[in-house]
């Protein structure tokens, strides 16, 4: 098999579920020569687009069908469907095919495994992605720099682990071992207490803000912590529910946080309120220096645009002629009259001087500064 020697190179790849992420990796595997990409779906619909997009070359009837054809079989399907599918595709796979699957919880299907099933399947968790879904937005540089968590079994055998992770690096992504159940412990502190988190505090608002100018003239502290309030309702339920022991541990650890606030305020404790504040200044500035950067490094500049097609676009370009390379961006759109806002993060005081300069010069009002006050 071409996948025997860990290279996309000549391989056959069969997606399950040809949406955002798996319609991406069918694109980057045929950037890195992947011979044939099988795509699954329910959709007709979604099928006939992936063809058209590029993503896939052919299409199948079944997991299992197209799980005997490949090489390489990546279940990209909501995460309530990864198990039933990863089942199928296994039954169907011929002797030393690997399986695995793009899923944001990772325990309860490494324990749904055989040891035989989990010597040839090996958990998979990309942390990329992107607001905007479906197989018409996928892209071949979706994977590109992303940290891609890959959690093998006990049972897991050693050159499949191997190939996978070659696999995943020619894609673009940085293939990272992990264990499933400390994958899920951080996945539910890192994004889905967030998302909890930011639901609830978005219901808050709206239930006392009194008029839509409120949340127009929240400041971006508020605009930050609930990006991401309102996700894919049925996507993030299934998430919640899958991961909901560590979802629940570390919501009580949450909770105890809570309560010593409370208790602060209610006192009037100056020095533990204060604490509080100096401790998650610290945890952030150790986490920013054990991530090999220095928080006086990463600068934001910030840029009002309005809302009209190719504004991002003009921006992007522009600084990748410049050289000027973008760390990480978030952008908060208030409404059609009034556009929004573009933080763009970049590494040093002279590319944010820069990035502020060429920005103003395309008629934008910026401003600049360190990301880290």
Not at 57 to 68: G, N, Q, Y
Not at 103 to 110: D, E, W
Request: aromatic residues 2%.
């Amino acid at each position: 098999m071409a996948v025997a020697g860990g290279s996309l190179e000549d391989l056959t790849l069969a997606v399950v579920g040809v949406g955002l992420m798996g319609g991406s990796f069918g694109l980057a595997a045929r950037r890195a020569g992947a011979r044939e990409v099988i795509g699954v779906s329910r959709s007709p619909e979604t099928l006939q687009l992936a063809l058209e997009h590029g993503a896939v070359t052919m299409t199948c009837d079944s997991t299992a069908e197209a799980a005997a054809a490949a090489d390489l079989v990546v279940v990209a399907t909501p995460v309530r469907l990864v198990i039933e599918h990863v089942k199928a595709a296994l039954r169907g796979a011929r002797p030393g095919t690997i399986v695995t699957d793009v899923g944001s919880t990772k325990g309860p299907l490494m324990r749904a495994l055989a040891p035989d099933e989990q010597a040839r399947c090996i958990g998979g968790h990309p942390m990329c992605g992107s607001e905007a879904a479906g197989v018409a937005n996928a892209r071949a540089s979706l994977y590109d720099g992303a940290t891609y968590f890959l959690t093998p079994g006990a049972h897991v055998d050693a050159d499949a682990y191997r190939r996978l992770s070659a696999c995943v690096a020619e894609i673009g992504a940085r293939p990272v071992a992990i264990d499933p159940g400390e994958h899920d412990r951080l996945m539910a502190v890192m994004s889905h207490l967030p998302h909890v988190l930011a639901n609830l505090l978005m219901t808050q608002a709206g239930q006392h803000a009194g008029s839509r100018d409120a949340l127009l003239s929240a400041g971006p502290s508020f605009r930050d912590l609930t990006r991401v309030a309102g996700s894919n309702r049925r996507v993030w339920t299934d998430i919640f529910l899958d991961n909901r022991a560590a979802l629940l541990a570390a919501l009580a650890t949450f909770q105890d946080g809570l309560q010593e606030v409370l208790e602060a305020l209610a006192a009037g404790d100056t020095e533990l309120l204060g604490g509080t504040i100096a401790r998650a200044a610290a945890h952030r500035e150790r986490m920013l220096v054990e991530g090999s950067l220095e928080p006086s490094e990463l600068h934001k500049v910030l840029v009002t645009i309005p809302d009209r097609p190719g504004v991002l676009k003009e921006i992007m370009v522009a600084l990748g002629d410049a050289n000027i390379n973008v760390e990480d961006l978030a952008l908060h759109h208030m409404s059609a009259e009034l556009g929004g806002t573009l933080t763009i993060y970049v590494l040093g005081e002279d590319a944010c001087r820069r990035a502020g300069h060429l920005t103003a010069g395309l008629g934008y009002e910026t401003m600049t500064g360190p990301a880290v006050e």
